[in-house]
């Protein structure tokens, strides 16, 4: 490492996914780089209180006693100034949620490093753990890359394949693998990287896909998709935004979230299940399991959430919502 003097580091990431991250790479490696600032998201109102809660990164950091940098906009003049009076020679990233500018990337003599959850050029963006779950992928992985000034497009600097081999994970679970691999790599390919023993490689940017942002309305579901396509979506928009629907109950418009489901598989069978009925019609099966008709199969649920109540398995909903089985859900 350079001439045994730490490298000044400025951290940028918010949820678990990148705290996860940080707080391996400074376990490990807190000898050869020095924390000097750790930017992230401002406090956010959390819950039915809305009570303002620091982020997963702020929390680290302020247990490990790290300078904390809330900016609104950190492209504006005032934190462009800052950062380049802070000095960094390395920038690290992972899931921060706003763009970077170039007169940032150009501070550090390092770079600016991104760890992102998606083996690059594929799922560019915002959102690669939920595409990877909606798509049914069977593999993806983490990139670091050095980061230019477009998104997720700078050269890949190290990556690492990793095989799905649960079809039910979830997001929260995809996430904390991605993030522990993402660490690895991190803490293996750093000091190669600063000694320039690693080239950065150009990305194929011909092969190159895409994630969009989430919105909170991407979690309504359609029950004309197929049973997979929902089972799926449950699992990769949870536990934001969530899957909702819809339904009547006499003059009341009733907001249910579905927080788990199944398919009909060889292992849950059943000879009746979804036949004659509606799209978006709730029924029972001939084991009492709680069942949306959707455009392909049928769609057993789990755990549900009415808005404004507490999460409940299918049977326990059943016992006070009786005059859920025949409503279209919507």
């Known amino acids: 490492m350079e001439n045994d003097y730490k490298i000044k580091t400025v951290l940028i990431g918010t949820p678990e996914f990148a705290e996860n991250i940080f707080r391996k790479f400074y376990n490990a490696l807190k000898n050869q780089f020095e924390i000097v600032g750790v ?108 980061m230019d000034e477009e998104m997720d497009h700078g050269p890949i600097i190290q990556n690492s394949k990793f095989k799905i081999q649960n079809s039910k994970i979830t997001h929260i679970e995809l996430s904390k693998q991605l993030s522990d691999l993402g660490a690895e790599l991190l803490i293996k390919a750093l000091p190669d990287y600063i000694q320039k023993k690693i080239q950065p490689q150009e990305q194929n940017h011909r092969q190159a896909s895409f994630c969009p942002i989430i919105k909170k309305e991407d979690g309504k579901i359609d029950w004309s998709k197929s049973a997979d396509e929902i089972e799926r979506m449950i699992r990769a928009l949870n536990p934001w935004p969530g899957t909702y629907c819809e339904y009547k109950n006499q003059n009341e418009n009733l907001k249910l979230k579905i927080l788990e489901a199944d398919t009909v598989n060889k292992k849950n069978p059943s000879t009746t299940i979804g036949a004659g009925y509606k799209i978006g019609e709730a029924f029972l099966d001939e084991n009492k399991n709680l069942c949306v008709q959707t455009g392909n199969g049928a769609l057993i649920l789990k755990t549900i959430q009415l808005e404004g109540k507490k999460p409940a398995t299918a049977k326990e909903f059943l016992n006070g919502h009786k005059e859920i089985v025949g409503a279209i859900l919507q």
């Open 39 to 146: 930017i992230t998201a401002s406090d956010k109102p959390v819950g039915r209180k809305q009570i303002l809660t620091p982020s997963p990164v702020k929390k680290w950091a302020t247990e490990n006693d790290l300078p904390i940098f809330q900016p609104d906009k950190i492209k504006s003049p005032k934190w462009i100034e800052k950062i380049k009076t802070i000095g960094p020679r390395l920038i690290i990233l992972a899931a921060y949620g706003q763009i970077i500018p170039k007169e940032i990337l150009e501070i550090p003599q390092y770079g600016a490093l991104n760890i992102h959850p998606s083996l690059l050029p594929k799922y560019r963006g915002p959102s690669p753990i939920q595409t990877t779950i909606l798509n049914g992928d069977k593999e993806t992985g983490v990139t670091i890359i050095l």
